[in-house]
Nanobody
Framework: QVQFVESGGGLVHPGESRRLSCAVS????????MGWYRQAQGGARVVVAT???????TYADAVKGRFTISRDNTKNTVSLEMNNLSPQDTAVYYC?????????WGQGTQVTVSS
């Protein structure tokens, strides 16, 4: 059974940092490109960052230079370090394969950036 369990969200102030983690099970993690996605209220779910099995990374323009994606193949986890957060980063954050397994989205973790 494929599972993605996100954690680490919460309320942060503008300019602060937050680290999200995702525990992955049910897939051969080390050979999969993984991604972090986010969905703001009323918006579509969009990809934020991806990391390949060889640790090559890509970022959406909106987060480039502020967010860092990483993976630990020994623990089957993927993380997202978010720096200099702004209210525009407020969203529910999800992890999944890239391209995503449409039927296996987790609950996500809410990040709210507000003063």
């Amino acid at each position: 059974q494929v599972q993605f369990v996100e954690s680490g969200g919460g309320l942060v102030h503008p300019g602060e940092s937050r680290r999200l983690s995702c525990a992955v099970s049910g897939i051969t993690f080390r050979i999969r490109t993984m991604g972090w996605y986010r969905q703001a209220q009323g918006g579509a779910r969009v990809v934020v960052a991806t990391i390949s099995p060889s640790d090559a990374t890509t970022y959406a323009d909106a987060v480039k230079g502020r967010f860092t994606i990483s993976r630990d193949n020994t623990k089957n986890t993927v993380s997202l370090e978010m720096n200099n957060l702004s209210p525009q980063d407020t969203a529910v954050y999800y992890c999944n394969q890239n391209p995503p397994l449409a039927s296996n989205w987790g609950q996500g973790t809410q990040v709210t950036v507000s003063s």
